[in-house]
C-alpha cells in the first residue's frame, strides 16, 4: 500500500504491518528507522512530527526503502551506517556491518590491557581484516595514547575505515594499509585483534539473505573448514608481537578448540584463553606470547 499522502504516524502503521508480514523480526523499529532516514529526524523527532504529511518525493524515498527490506536487505546497509561500541560508522559494499558480538574482543583487549596495569600507556594495536575499522577505532577510543594500524585486502574497505577514523577524530592515531593479512605490518604490537573471515566455505549459501546477500564474500569465507585465516594470523602474531603481547582472535561458533590448538601451536601459549559472548557462546581466542 502507498503512503503518499499519509502522515508520517499512519506511514509508521502501514510500514510496520508491512515488514511484520514479511517477517522481519523488528517491525517498529525498522519502521522508524526507514522514516527517521528519509525525513533526517530522529526516534523523538519522529513523535514530534508524527501528524505531518509526506510529500511525494518523501514517499517514493521511503517506499524504496521499505522495498528493499522487504527483500533482505539489512537495516543498517539502507541507512549506510551502524553503531559499534557506541560510535557511528560509515558503511560500504566492502564493509562488514559490524556486529554486537565482535564487542566481545574489545571487551576482552581492555580487560587484559587493564589487570595489566596499561590502559594508559603508548600502546602499538594491530588489526587485521578490519573492515570498516570498527575493532580499532573502539579500542583507540578507549585507550588515549595508543595507536594503531588496521589491514584489509579490499582498498574499498581501507578507503571506508580511513574515512571513519576521521568521522571519529581518531586520524592522528590509526592507519589503515592494504595487504594480504599481516603482510605489510612491521612491529612490534602490544596488541594484535582480528574478526577475520571465518565461515566454512560451503556453508555461505545457508546463510540468511541479510548476511550471504549483502556482506561482502571476502569478509566471510574462511576456506574448506574456516580455519585458513587463522593458520596465517597466529603464526604471523607470534612474529609480529613483543614478549608479553596478547592476540585477540574472534571465532564462530563451535571453532575454540581449533583455534586455541592453532594458537598454542603457533607458540602463543603463555596463557591460551577463551571468552564468551553475551548469550554464553565462545567467541573469542586470546593468546600470549612468552616472555622469553
Ligand atoms: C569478518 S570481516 C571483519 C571486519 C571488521 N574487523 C569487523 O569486525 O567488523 C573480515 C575482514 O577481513 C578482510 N579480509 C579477508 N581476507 C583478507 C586477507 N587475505 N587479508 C586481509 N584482510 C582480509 C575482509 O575484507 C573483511 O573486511
Not at 237 to 246: D, I, Q, T, W, Y
Request: glycine share 10%; charged share 25%; hydrophobic share 45%.
Amino acid at each position: 500500500m502507498s503512503t503518499a499522502g499519509r502522515s508520517l504516524d499512519e506511514a509508521r502503521r502501514d510500514i510496520r504491518a508491512r515488514l511484520e508480514a514479511a517477517g522481519i523480526e523488528t517491525p517498529e523499529l525498522d519502521a522508524r528507522l526507514l522514516l527517521g532516514d528519509v525525513l533526517q529526524l530522529d526516534l523523538t523527532g519522529l513523535i514530534a512530527a508524527a501528524a505531518r504529511t509526506l510529500n511525494a518525493n518523501e514517499t517514493a524515498a521511503l517506499e524504496s526503502r521499505v522495498q528493499r527490506r522487504i527483500d533482505g536487505e539489512p537495516i543498517a546497509r539502507i541507512l549506510g551506517h551502524k553503531e559499534f561500541w557506541g560510535l557511528s560508522f560509515t558503511l560500504s559494499p566492502a564493509t562488514l556491518v559490524p556486529r554486537p558480538d565482535t564487542e566481545t574482543i574489545v571487551e576482552a583487549a581492555l580487560d587484559i590491557l587493564k589487570q595489566d596495569g596499561r590502559l594508559n600507556d603508548a600502546l602499538h594495536i594491530a588489526d587485521i581484516g578490519t573492515g570498516s575499522g570498527a575493532i580499532l577505532l573502539a579500542l583507540l577510543s578507549e585507550l588515549p595514547n595508543a595507536q594503531g594500524i588496521g589491514t584489509d585486502i579490499n582498498p574499498d574497505a581501507i578507503h571506508t575505515a580511513t574515512r571513519n577514523a576521521a568521522a571519529l577524530g581518531l586520524n592522528g592515531r590509526a592507519r589503515f594499509i592494504e595487504c594480504n593479512y599481516a603482510d605489510a605490518l612491521r612491529g612490534p604490537f602490544d596488541l594484535i585483534v582480528s574478526n577475520p573471515p571465518y565461515i566454512p566455505s560451503r556453508d555461505i549459501d545457508d546463510l540468511a539473505i541479510e548476511v550471504r546477500a549483502h556482506d561482502p564474500r571476502l569478509a566471510l569465507d574462511g576456506g574448506p573448514d574456516g580455519l585458513d585465516a587463522y593458520r596465517v594470523i597466529a603464526p604471523a602474531a607470534f612474529e609480529l608481537l613483543v614478549p608479553g603481547g596478547v592476540v585477540i582472535l574472534e571465532i564462530g561458533q563451535g571453532q575454540e578448540r581449533d583455534v586455541a590448538r592453532l594458537t598454542a601451536g603457533a607458540g602463543l601459549d603463555a596463557e591460551v584463553s577463551v571468552k564468551a559472548d553475551l548469550s554464553g557462546i565462545p567467541r573469542a581466542v586470546i593468546g600470549r606470547k612468552p616472555l622469553v
